[in-house]
């Protein structure tokens, strides 16, 4: 242990100083202070360093000129998975002689920090598991210092193996060796484990009852033979089966209840995905990001001749390397079992089409015993360890776009990152909405949003939020001067959110829905001067009472005005029948004057009869100005999708063939501009004499882009900033045609990248509004 310090008086850079450094950000969990000491002793200095509750901190004693090359190369040779906040630092009046330099145990405190997410495998652990003569050849919980699991497994900071679910798991001799021997990759690394003192891997039939055996190669077996087997990985459990056996794709399709919803795929690396996708500039390195999101990739014509039913009708296919050491040994296996890591490089048969662990609207499994009750009937076995998941954590989804990547649904390898935020403010807890759900907890300037929770509307998934909201606030040591809601008092959510305010005692505060998505985006950039925004999305209740979802706004904290929005039209029906294309395509064309056209265009639809003479009458519906709506009515006219079997179906339908046709130019009449009102009526005048749906989608996009920034131009005031937010924003089609158009007028873009766009963000736009209410901003 460090000894006493005594003060030294030397000159220039030969004097002896004493330094007491603190490092905050996500500097935990990613080798930090083994990083800190090996410097420190590059460099001969003495000292130490140690977790705490608000990061790092060390005292570091020697040369002036070694101390400063030290604080400076802590920036440089950051860990790659560690995220710097800050770095302070202050003389100290004595300095150590100690002669060495220490880790020691960490302290505790108020949190002030945070643990990082989960990061897949790295490739030196890789090497070790395809190198038969390593004691981790083919272990399955392989992880170190730089990789593996972080957020799923820690149960508080700082981060030590205490606060782990590895707790019960101590560390073998050689383990232990490795986790105090300097220069080792596993210094320090609080998940270090082997086959012997690890958690182990068991395979179970659907019973729940062992089978014999080595139990990679059982699972690959069941698999290759058509089975579905449910896998445990971090954050929970996944479902797989052969992408290339469409017994197995449409097993797993009528277990899952899912009858065309696109499934992602997973190829043991870019290369062997390259017959089935086309990579655009910068698309292959997204896949090897080490948080390892699902990427969606344009098909190649192979990808719908051998693998039809996995992404049926999409432009799209999301594909996904392993991220777990379990599945790159599937694949191993599947390869013969070659020794080193080049045998990822060339193109492997293999491939797994996944699924979360989980049925329709409920979060994934984490707990063996869970995933044995909730998915009886679903996998044929269950290859697990007996490790403990501490919090679930879902894939995480993006794309390409302008810049790199955008998330469209923000879990595993992101979550729980800080976004920082312009100032600090009180804390607060803002709950999202009912679809798409994720959290936000709010500290000093810092803004903690959860990983995707998804839809809040049965018991089980109400379970799994509520164990998110009390984790994170229990990470995060917040107690919240205030929860944050959407307007819309969504029945099941309200129950889940007013009990949640009652037992904390905590007030409440309602945001509007499209306020909070451009707030989410103006937080994301930390703009605080009044800006415009403009929220595109399905549509969600509006301060008038009627349905909003084609809004332009400016916002100011947590004021904002209605600047302007599309002409309103009628949604017709309860709010699930005001989804279905065909009837909002019913409802514009009697917009346009032709609900005689109705019957004759939407015949043997059932109860098409029924609506045309309801619409004709003026007796249902809501008004609505709701762009995504639109969208799906588009669909209906163009005959793309009259019914939805699932969420979303008809938009990306529409986007996919839009995207097939390429380039197309706005109709020059396609809109009208009134006051402050956008009409859209005249391109659905088009659309409804076109024969050909791709050109139609095409057209379309092209002819909105234009229209709403022409809109815009009228409004805005040329050269500003606009804050584009809402699902629509997801339309790669288009949202690049409206980036474009509304350069053309000078106005300039700022999306949603390290969030999405559409409600997966909601809660960190509800955060930032009542956080500017609580400095003193009125509501709008």
């Known amino acids: 242990m460090p000894t006493g310090c005594v003060r030294v008086q030397t000159s220039e850079n030969n004097e002896l100083v004493c330094q007491r450094v603190r490092i905050n950000g996500v500097v935990q969990g990613v080798g930090f202070r083994p990083l800190v000491w090996r410097l420190a002793k590059e460099l001969g200095l003495t000292g130490w360093v140690r977790n705490d509750a608000r990061g790092v901190e060390l005292e570091v004693s020697g040369l002036r000129s070694h101390v400063e090359t030290l604080i400076e190369r802590l920036h440089r040779d950051a860990p790659p998975n560690a995220q710097i906040d800050a770095i302070t630092s202050r003389y100290t009046e004595s300095v150590s002689v100690s002669g060495d330099f220490f880790i020691l145990d960490s302290r505790g405190g108020r949190s002030a920090t945070m643990i990082g997410p989960d990061m897949t495998v790295c ?3 890789l090497a070790e598991m395809f190198d038969p003569s390593s004691r981790r050849w083919r272990y399955a919980l392989t992880n170190c210092g730089h990789c593996g699991s972080r957020y799923s497994i820690c149960t508080g900071l700082p981060f030590d193996r205490a606060r782990t679910s590895l707790k019960p798991f101590a560390m073998c001799g050689k383990c232990e060796g490795e986790y105090h021997r300097a220069h080792d990759r596993r210094l320090h690394a ?10 182990q891997i068991s395979l179970l039939d659907a019973a729940g009852k062992p089978i014999p055996g080595d139990v990679v190669v059982n699972a690959l077996a069941l698999i290759r033979a058509g089975r579905v087997v449910a896998i445990k990985g971090p954050g929970g459990f996944h479902l797989f089966c052969d992408a290339h056996n469409p017994a197995a794709v449409a097993l797993m399709r009528e277990r899952k209840r899912r009858q065309c919803k696109p499934f992602p795929v997973m190829f043991a690396s870019a290369m062997s995905a390259l017959p089935y996708v086309q990579f655009r500039v910068g698309e292959p390195g997204l ?37 777990a050491p379990i599945h790159y040994l599937l694949f191993h296996e599947a390869a013969g079992r070659p020794s080193g890591l080049q045998w990822l490089e060339s193109d492997q048969e293999l491939v797994l089409m996944m699924s979360s662990g989980n049925l329709a609207r409920e979060p994934i499994a984490i707990d063996n015993d869970e995933a044995l009750q909730r998915l009886a009937g679903v996998a044929d076995a269950f290859l697990m360890h007996d490790g403990k998941i501490v919090t679930r954590c879902d894939d995480s989804v993006a794309c390409s776009a302008p810049g790199g990547l955008q998330l469209i649904r923000r879990s595993r390898g992101y979550a729980p990152k800080a976004l920082k935020l312009p100032q600090s403010g009180p804390p607060v807890l803002a709950v999202g909405g009912p679809v798409k759900n994720a959290i936000c907890v709010t500290r000093g300037n810092e803004a903690f949003v959860s990983q995707h929770i998804g839809e809040l509307s049965n018991p089980v998934a109400a379970v799994g939020f509520e164990d998110t909201v009390q984790h994170l606030l229990k990470m995060l040591e917040v107690v919240p001067a205030v929860i944050a809601h959407d307007i819309h008092r969504d029945a099941y959510v309200t129950a889940l959110v007013d009990e949640m305010a009652r037992e904390r005692d905590v007030p409440m505060l309602a945001v509007q829905h499209h306020h909070a998505h451009v707030a989410a985006v103006l937080a994301e950039h930390q703009v605080v001067e009044p800006t415009y925004g403009l929220a595109l999305d399905g549509g969600e209740l509006g301060t008038d009472g009627t349905i909003w979802g084609g809004e332009l706004l400016k916002v100011s904290g947590a004021r904002f005005e209605r600047v302007g929005h599309l002409s309103p039209f009628l949604l017709p029906g309860s709010e699930i029948e005001s989804r279905v294309p065909w009837r909002l395509a019913a409802s514009i064309l009697q917009s346009l004057g032709r609900g005689d056209e109705i019957v004759r265009r939407f015949a043997g639809l059932a109860g098409v009869e029924n609506v045309a003479a309801e619409l004709a009458a003026g007796a249902m519906g809501r008004q609505s100005s709701s762009l995504g709506r639109l969208f799906e009515a588009a669909a209906g006219l163009l005959g793309i999708r009259h019914e939805l079997i699932y969420r979303d179906q008809a938009g990306l339908l529409m986007e996919g063939y839009a995207e097939r046709f390429g380039a197309a130019e706005p109709l020059p009449d396609g809109w009208r501009v009134s006051g402050n009102w956008l009409d859209l009526l005249p391109v659905f005048d088009y659309l409804r004499e076109e024969r050909e749906p791709q050109r139609g989608a095409a057209v379309f996009y092209a002819t909105v882009a234009a229209a709403l920034a022409d809109w815009m131009h009228t409004l805005v005031p040329e050269g500003s900033a606009v804050a584009a937010g809402g699902g629509c924003m997801q339309n790669q089609v288009f949202s690049r045609e409206l980036r474009f158009r509304a350069g053309k007028f000078g106005l300039t873009f700022i999306e949603a990248r390290r969030l999405p766009p559409s409600d997966g963000a909601l809660a960190l736009g509800q955060a930032w509004v009542a956080q500017r209410y609580l400095l003193g901003d009125s509501l709008g």
Do not use: Q, S, Y
Request: aromatic fraction near 4%; proline fraction near 14%; glycine fraction near 6%.
């Open 190 to 199: 609080e998940g270090n484990c082997c086959p012997r003192c690890g958690p």
């Open 287 to 323: 896949l090897t990001l080490p948080e390892r999101p699902i990427i969606l990739l344009n098909k190649r014509k192979r990808c719908d001749e051998v693998m039809p039913a996995v992404a049926p009708e999409l432009h799209w296919l999301g594909v996904v390397l392993p991220f």
């Open 123 to 125: 490739r030196d652990c």
